[in-house]
């Protein structure tokens, strides 16, 4: 069974600091799909990006960028300029690439705080 | 709009008073599902529906039904709720269960069951 790590429980940052956000994961798969999801207070579950296995190039959107490592099966977020509004918790997930049981595998979250 | 309706958002009833929690989306996704979150355990899949009539478990189905008689909606069923189903429960969708597609997820319902 696929399972995904996230090592830190929380993490703060300053305001328009970078920080970066670890994930890990394990997956006899070859083919596969990874993702970062922001839930705020407000728990919303809200995509903030999107990795396929297959690409070599780590994927960006504005000042959210990742550090895939396939070999090693890391999948980290880094956040650059960070923002107050930036403040949530962050979940790592895993999908697969289709068939039975195509579901999200979530790791248990990151806290992060944006110090003003 | 584009999205995932889920109702009602907030639930307190008790323990086994049968409820349905409604999901509902407005584009045409082949695949919907269902998650509960609880406090350090992330989100866990309940039931998922690859089609219309086609479903199946997630990795905590207990105590939990689901159907898809329609693509557009997929209603969670707790016949007999217990208060260890206190939870918060999302549904998501998706264009299609391959390819990656990206699940787009509802706004929650917390539900408490005493």
């Known amino acids: 069974a696929q399972t995904v790590t996230q090592s830190q429980p929380e993490m703060s940052v300053q305001e328009a600091e970078t920080v970066t956000l670890s994930c890990t994961y394990d997956?006899?798969?070859?083919?596969?799909?990874l993702f970062w999801y922001k839930q705020p207070p407000s728990r919303q579950m809200i995509l903030v990006i999107r990795?396929?296995?297959?690409?070599?190039q780590n994927a960006t959107e504005n000042r959210f960028s990742v550090n895939f490592q396939k070999a090693a099966k890391s999948f980290s977020l880094k956040i650059s300029d960070s923002q107050l509004g930036d403040a949530a918790m962050y979940f790592c997930?895993?999908?697969?690439?289709?068939?039975?049981?195509?579901?999200?595998?979530f790791g248990k979250g990151t806290l992060l705080t944006v110090n003003p | 709009e584009a999205q995932v309706t889920q109702n009602p958002r907030y639930l307190i009833t008790v323990t086994g008073k049968k409820l349905t929690v409604t999901c509902s989306q407005n584009?045409?996704?082949?695949?919907m599902s269902w998650y509960r979150q609880d406090p350090g355990l992330g989100l866990r899949q309940i039931y998922y529906?690859?089609?219309?009539?086609?479903?199946d478990k997630g990795d905590v189905p207990e105590g939990y039904k689901v159907s898809r008689k329609e693509k557009r909606n997929f209603p969670l069923i707790l016949e007999s709720p217990s208060p260890n189903q206190t939870s918060l429960y999302f549904c998501?969708?998706?264009?299609?269960?391959?390819?990656?597609?990206?699940?787009?997820f509802g706004p929650g319902t917390r539900l408490l069951v005493l």
């Open positions: 997930a895993w999908l697969n690439s289709g068939g039975s049981n195509y579901k999200l595998t």
């Open positions: 997956t006899s798969e070859s083919d596969y799909y």
């Open positions: 990795q396929e296995a297959y690409k070599q």
């Open positions: 584009m045409n996704h082949e695949y």
């Open positions: 529906s690859m089609n219309v009539e086609v479903t």
């Open positions: 998501a969708s998706s264009l299609r269960w391959r390819g990656g597609e990206t699940q787009y």
